[in-house]
């Protein structure tokens, strides 16, 4: 069995400070192959259920931050 784990790194700068940030955005277990395909649906289904993806799939949106409950 195989996992997918993904993480999302950023800035937050305050008051003129950069800290480096992080936190685990998705981990997911696979099955099937561990092919491009395989493995690429599983990518872009995790960073659509976090906000990343745009409705086309295509382009990364200004957030990385999953959505709130209500907005789903």
């Not at 993480?7 to 003129?16: N, P, R």
């Not at 990518?43 to 990385?64: E, F, N, P």
């Amino acid at each position: 069995m195989g996992f997918l784990g993904m993480t999302a790194h950023w800035i937050q700068v305050l008051e003129g400070k950069w800290k480096l940030k992080a936190a685990v955005i998705g981990f997911k277990a696979l099955s099937g192959t561990h092919s491009g395909e395989n493995l690429g649906r599983y990518a872009v289904g995790l960073l659509d259920r976090v906000g990343i993806m745009d409705k086309t799939g295509s382009k990364a949106s200004h957030s990385v931050f999953p959505r709130s409950e209500a907005d789903r």
